[in-house]
Structure formats: C-alpha cells, structure tokens
C-alpha cells in the first residue's frame, strides 16, 4: 500500500493521478478536509482509503496500522508561508514528519518527504541540495523555517542515508484551486484577467532588478510529480533533491505566457509590496537539478510557456481537475 499524506491537497492529488495512470490504485489517502473545497481533488481518482490526519497519526503511534505500507510519500503540511502561528508549524510540519519518518525508517518503509525551495532563504547561499549544507541554510520565514528544521534533524541524524526530502520550487498547475492566498500566480492572474483584464505584478525593491523581473524556478506540477516518483521507482536513491526546472524565469515571462494562452493582449500593473512581505521576498530562485539528473532522472520538463498553456487550456478554461482518465 502506497500512503499520501496531503492526498486530498495539490501536489498529494498530483501524485494520486499520475499513479492512476500508471494502473495504481493501491493507494491510502491522509489529509485533513476542513471546510474549503480541497475534496474535489479526491473526485476523479481512484483510491481505497482516507484516513484524517489525525486519526492516522494516532494508528502510527499505537503501532495498530491494519494494512501493510510499501511507502509513506508526505505531502501533508500547512504550506502558507505567511503562517505567523510559529507553534501549529512546529507541530504540524516538523512533528509530525519526525514521527512519520521513525516509523518508516524503523520499519524499512519508503520514506518521501516534501522539503521546499523556501528553505534557501534569500540564496545567497545558493540553491544546491547537498545534504551537509542544509545546516547552513537562513530561511526567510516560519515556513520555510518548519522544512529546514526537518532537514537538518534527517541529516544529523543520518537519516538521508534512508530517506528523500523533496525541494519543491514554485510549483504550479491544476488541483491548487483550494488553496486561497497560496495558489499560485497563474491562478491568480487567470481569474484577474478574465474579470479585470489585466495583471497586477509587485514592484521590485531591490536595485539589481527591475519591476516584474524578479526570477523564479516555475515548475509544472506534471513534471513535478515525475520527479518525486522517480523516487519511489528507485528506493536506492536518498538524500535530498531539488525539484524544479534548473532555469529561472521572470514574473513578467509568465504573465506574457497566461496571456498568450488566454489569446489576449498583455496588460500589467506592477502594484506596491506588502510591507511585511519585502524582508521575505526572494528575488531569484533556480534549483540546481545536477544530483536529481545524476540520480539518473533524465526527462526534460516542459517549458514555462507550454507548461501555462497545457493549464490554461486544457484545465482552467474548461474547469477541470485533474482525473484518473
């Protein structure tokens, strides 16, 4: 049995349908529903179980799991890096992965984690995965805080010898519509431009880049999910890995791109930063993918332009999910 923590949630439901796809539907699925929509995710794919979050961690704790588990692949953790409630991190992404990773690792279970490009702070330090400087990594915020922590407890404690932490980039695409302030830019846009016509874009503060030039690594979560289940295909691969494209794009490549695939003309506004956000802003981010490519993962993700494409057209013009077809 195939365990996703956050199987209800973006990239866990991601992770659910490419499976399917594969003809699996061995599957147990561990979230926590709440009151938004994140159920819809759940609609078009096939699985045999779902356990609250809770309840599974409770069944993980007494040792009463009733099924046997090939692998643990958690997703599950509050990723809004504007949380300011720095104890429910602490216990809902760091706690919480401890106890997962202990029962996995002590019972010869697949452990795959989400880690994220968040712990890189400002990247001064760079953006290279190598296990023995995630200790000297600054986060910007609790969030990314919560992540590193892990990160650096798996490494002193050996256990990236055992298991994978996955840097997600900035991961986009279909099945993120639940998630409010966090959804991504091209989902945001996307209901901007149809309702107002235009994108608004924060402006830079930062003197090496001018408004709407700040970079990032914009990954699809298509591509994503490959990347993570490369991992579960190939158990001898540990550590941690970056998960993105390798190259950094500018905010302003991806509005041109929403709006070439909604067939309109490009219309931006760059708009005033949030005060709280400009000591937390990253201006440049690109993963460094040579030990994902060394690992043996060689298949080319798509571009930023037929990534935007493949979501505006095939998924949020229609309104769809993604499903087990």
Not at 36 to 44: A, C, F, I, P, R
Not at 61 to 67: G, H, L, N, Q, V
Not at 87 to 101: I, P, Q, R, V
Request: proline residues 2%; glycine residues 8%.
């Amino acid at each position: 049995m195939i365990v996703i923590t956050g199987g209800a949630g973006f990239i866990g439901s991601a992770l659910v349908w490419r499976l399917n796809q594969a003809g699996k539907d061995n599957i147990v699925i561990v979230d926590e529903l709440g009151k938004d929509e994140k159920w819809k995710n759940l609609t078009g794919l096939n699985y045999l179980d779902y356990y609250n979050k809770h309840t599974f961690l409770e069944k993980i704790e007494k040792d009463s799991i009733a099924f046997n588990i090939e692998a643990i692949i958690h997703m599950g953790a509050n990723s809004a890096t504007t949380e300011k409630d720095a104890d429910h991190l602490m216990s809902n992404n760091y706690e919480y992965t401890k106890k997962l990773a202990a029962y996995a690792v002590n019972r010869g279970i697949r452990f795959i984690y989400a880690s994220s490009a968040a712990t890189y702070g400002d990247g001064s330090k760079g953006f290279n995965d190598v296990d023995d400087q995630c200790t000297d990594l600054r986060p910007l915020n609790m969030y990314g805080y919560s992540k590193s922590l892990f990160d650096i407890r798996a490494f002193k404690k050996a256990l990236l010898t055992k298991i994978v932490g996955i840097k997600f980039f900035n991961v986009f695409g279909p099945n993120e519509y639940h998630k409010g302030d966090m959804r991504s830019v091209v989902h945001k846009a996307f209901q901007q431009i149809q309702s107002e016509g235009k994108i608004t874009l924060f402006k830079s503060y930062h003197p090496d880049y001018k408004d709407g030039e700040q970079k990032r690594d914009f990954i699809y979560v298509k591509d994503a999910v490959d990347m993570t289940l490369f991992f579960l295909q190939h158990p001898e691969k540990n550590g941690l890995y970056n998960v993105g494209t390798g190259t950094s794009r500018t905010w302003n490549d991806l509005a041109n791109a929403i709006f070439t695939a909604m067939g309109k003309k490009p219309v931006i506004e760059y708009i005033d930063m949030p005060e709280y956000l400009r000591s937390k802003y990253q201006y440049y981010t690109e993963a460094n993918i040579s030990k994902l490519q060394k690992a043996g993962y060689s298949k080319p993700a798509l571009s930023l332009e037929a990534a935007v494409d493949d979501y505006v057209k095939n998924y949020l013009l229609p309104g769809k999910h993604l499903d087990k077809k």
